[in-house]
């Protein structure tokens, strides 16, 4: 057996879950000092020297979890990340170093997704995220992200690795990706990043300023129309900035999976780096400057035949970037440290270059050649991820399990019903209902304001359309909601999913405002079920509804009253609320899944003496006039309860005892929401 010996004294941590089958559930973790000068037997130690230093006699640590059998899964080494503090730590070190580099990050985002989200996304652009903060000089050049979930590798080389493995910190992204000294526009749904990039572009240029900026997008992204809209303005402009497309060749529809893609070889790297080198560039403004004084229409045949030229040479769809104005460069394999780092410093050496795309083709499966590093990845894309995406039989039993059966169950009843999905990304659940429906199910993917116009369309037709949006999504699309949907009368049933807060998914994904900006809309019906039965209902309540838009939100969480085979499709009446428990002191009057703990809160006041009525609204819009005047009548208190902000249920609540005189009598309101404090704090 090998013995490694060493001058330094050492701490081992071992921190273990309540699940552990083997150590007991109190125990929170252990700490075990030796002396300087003992031996070690067979223990591989990771160092943990953070300062960026040539010494090779580093300190260790070793971080365990438990496996699934109950047994301990040590981390991998990281010894050239463990130095590094921010990015200027990049810039000396070797290719094989930042080679190792990208290992370390995938070995830790690996490590980290046992007992954390996902983060498949980050782990496509490790080796691109490397090569740009080797290159770049951030915080000075302005690098931007399109979506959060490919900006984990960047907060590990920012200086962000402690707030990411302190287990103690709430999970919210937010917390620590919002505006900061590297990130000078924060990352969220995506589409944003070239808009917000050429924005800062132009700015520089009016202050005189050197700086350069990267604006990160994802192929997902290219679905939203606002990433036309800037790139269209970037090349009519023609300010600085360099655009990475970040090409996982996921596709929406099927039927595109079988058509040509970008190849990546030999020939596609040469050429990449032929078009980003200094010499072909200038050759290139040299023929422009040549046939712009010869005249004649010169100019116009030379440029349709490099157009014509470097399309032949390019991926298909490539000269859509060239007619917006954007000089493509690619594709170049996302995965090769040495041709990303070669093809973004010649593009980062050019001057006055406008525009560029850099076209990169990674793989989100991707695996490292060393043994133990392709173990580590392959038991991160099997395993460990949230809740939903486990197999339907072995997981709880989610809101959108059971609005997925209630709609199958109405789609069998109405054949006119269809189903429109938009967001990023899809959840396990809906699956069932596209295989399903078959032809009449669209997913849209990132296009949310195509979503609803397009349900709009499918409605004035003479179909049925439901419009599943997530509620933090749905905000994209709200002027479609207005103008196409509302002030029309057209009669669009609006599914709203992951309302309210989702937990780790962060403050991006969080559906904090949809009660608000749904219920002011003059001819929108706005309700939320209470648990899984009331949400059948009001599933086939919405199916029945032809002469105006409704909407109905529910949250992400597990169901409520755990009956999952119950499915009511009784028709609820329009504006009715219900009294689920009566008392005579305080009236608690919940909407959506706010309705449980309302419930909860009964059984706690009850304990001490205190008699409460809880009442479920269902409805935000219209509401149960009669329901509420006699809360108002039979009680001295009435508090309302929503997953909201200011503005929404609560508000409609005020508003109408304040008009209808119910305040003359004494009542005192009190409305519980997202106040500008915990909003703040959730990083909403």
Not at 1 to 6: E, F, N, V
Not at 439 to 451: C, L, S, T
Not at 630 to 648: D, M, R
Request: net charge negative; hydrophobic share 40%.
């Amino acid at each position: 057996m090998a013995a490694a010996s060493c001058q330094n004294p050492f701490r081992i941590n071992a921190s273990f879950n309540e699940s552990s089958r083997i150590l007991s559930p109190k125990m929170e973790f252990s700490v075990v000092n030796f002396p300087s000068s003992m031996e070690f037997s067979g223990i591989n130690f990771c160092p943990s020297l953070i300062r960026h230093s040539a010494s090779k006699e580093y300190g260790g640590l070793v971080h365990s979890l438990p496996n699934d059998d109950g047994s301990m899964h040590e981390k991998v080494p990281t010894p050239i990340l463990d130095m590094i503090e921010n990015p200027m730590h990049l810039k000396n070190l070797t290719l094989k170093e930042l080679k190792q580099l990208a290992d370390d990050i995938r070995s830790e985002l690996s490590y980290m997704s046992k007992t954390k989200t996902s983060f498949r996304a980050s782990l496509s652009v490790v080796e691109l995220t490397v090569a740009i903060h080797h290159v770049f000089h951030a915080p000075v050049d302005k690098i931007l992200w399109d979506m959060e979930d490919q900006t984990y590798a960047h907060k590990l080389l920012t200086g962000r690795r402690a707030l990411m493995n302190n287990d103690k910190q709430v999970d919210d992204p937010s917390s620590y990706t919002c505006r900061s000294e590297y990130d000078p526009f924060a990352a969220g749904h995506g589409c944003s990043s070239i808009s917000s990039g050429l924005g800062m572009a132009v700015a520089r240029d009016i202050k005189g300023k050197r700086d350069r900026v990267v604006s990160v997008i994802s192929n997902e992204t290219t679905m939203t129309g606002q990433v036309y809209e800037a790139m269209s303005n970037a090349g009519y402009l023609d300010s600085n900035m360099v655009v990475v497309l970040n090409d996982t060749r996921h596709c929406l529809h099927p039927k595109l999976d079988q058509a040509p893609k970008a190849s990546i070889n030999a020939i596609s790297s040469t050429l990449s780096k032929l078009q980003s080198s200094k010499l072909f560039r200038k050759f290139r403004e040299l023929a422009k400057i040549i046939t712009k004084r010869i005249g004649r229409g010169m100019h116009e045949w030379a440029a349709k035949i490099d157009e014509y030229a470097r399309g032949m040479v390019g991926p298909t769809g490539s000269t859509l970037f060239e007619e917006l104005g954007l000089y493509y460069i690619g594709p170049v394999d996302g995965h090769k440290i040495e041709d990303l780092i070669c093809v973004l410093h010649e593009v980062a050496s050019l001057d006055s270059m406008g525009p560029v795309l850099v076209h990169v083709i990674t793989k989100e499966d991707y695996v490292m050649e060393d043994n133990q590093m392709s173990k580590m990845s392959e038991e991160l894309h099997k395993g460990i991820c949230n809740i939903e995406s486990l197999p339907f039989n072995s997981r709880p039993q989610t809101y959108s399990d059971h609005f997925v059966k209630a709609l199958i169950r109405e789609s069998e009843i109405d054949e006119d019903i269809v189903v429109v999905h938009a967001g990023m990304g899809m959840e396990p659940s809906f699956q069932l209902l596209k295989d399903k429906l078959g032809d009449k199910f669209f997913d849209v993917g990132m296009a949310e304001q195509h979503a609803v116009t397009f349900s709009a369309g499918l409605s004035c037709g003479g179909l049925k359309p439901f419009c599943i949006i997530p509620a933090a999504f749905l905000q994209r699309a709200y002027d479609q909601v207005v103008h196409d949907v509302d002030r029309q009368k057209i009669p669009v049933r609006f599914a709203i999913t992951s309302a309210g807060l989702v937990g780790s998914e962060g403050a991006t994904h969080s559906g904090a405002f949809d009660i608000t900006f749904m219920s002011c809309l003059p001819n929108m019906i706005v309700m939320a079920p209470s648990d899984e039965i009331e949400l059948a209902r009001m599933v086939a309540t919405a199916a029945n509804i032809d002469d105006r838009p409704v909407c109905f939100r529910y949250p992400r969480g597990a169901i409520a009253c755990m009956m999952p085979n119950l499915h009511i499709g009784e028709l609820i009446e329009i504006g009715k609320g219900r009294i689920l428990l009566e008392g005579k002191d305080i009236a608690l009057l919940g909407f959506g899944s706010m309705v449980q703990n309302c419930l909860r809160a009964h059984s706690l006041l009850s304990s001490l003496g205190i008699d409460v009525t809880v009442a479920d609204a269902r409805f935000c819009k219209p509401l149960d006039i009669k329901l509420l005047r006699t809360l108002c009548k039979n009680h001295k208190f009435l508090i309302t309860v929503e997953e909201g902000s200011v503005g929404g249920f609560g508000a409609h609540v005020a508003q109408f005892i304040a008009l209808d005189g119910l305040l003359d009598a004494g009542i005192k309101v009190n409305h519980y929401v997202f106040n500008s404090f915990s909003m703040e704090q959730l990083g909403l």
